[in-house]
């Protein structure tokens, strides 16, 4: 069982950055697919990145802006977010899955955290 636990949302103007963490326990994540999803009021939640041992994929509307990272040795995976958007605004959720998985699906996820509220200003 993996538990995840993320930080780092809050409060930034449009053209700000934020940087969220996922802190994984009870496995260790380094061959895990780690990925992040967003939920705004009222939309299904939505696929923003996944990183995997065979790669990993951006959704358009965040490429260029956001990167994904590891560090292995604290078992937590980062979200960097640049030029932060209005429509950035929503709750971010960080998702693991124990093998190869590229899909945008949230279905296709194992384990989720509870989220950390992003809002983004105009």
């Known amino acids: 069982q993996v538990q995840l636990v993320e930080s780092g949302g809050g409060l930034a103007q449009a053209g700000g950055s934020l940087r969220l963490s996922c802190v994984a326990s009870g496995r260790i994540i380094s061959s895990y697919s780690m990925a992040w999803f967003r939920q705004a009021p009222g939309k299904e939640r939505e696929f923003v990145v996944v990183?995997?041992?065979?790669?990993?994929r951006y959704s358009y509307s965040v490429t260029g802006r956001f990167t994904i990272s590891r560090d292995n040795a604290k078992n937590t995976v980062y979200l960097q977010m640049n030029s932060l958007r209005p429509e950035d605004t929503a709750v971010y959720y960080c998702?693991?899955?124990?093998?190869?998985?590229?899909?945008?699906?949230?279905?296709?996820?194992?384990?989720w955290g509870q989220g950390t509220q992003v809002t983004v200003s105009s």
């Open positions: 990183s995997s041992r065979s790669g990993g």
């Open positions: 998702a693991a899955a124990p093998r190869v998985v590229l899909s945008t699906f949230a279905r296709e996820y194992d384990y």
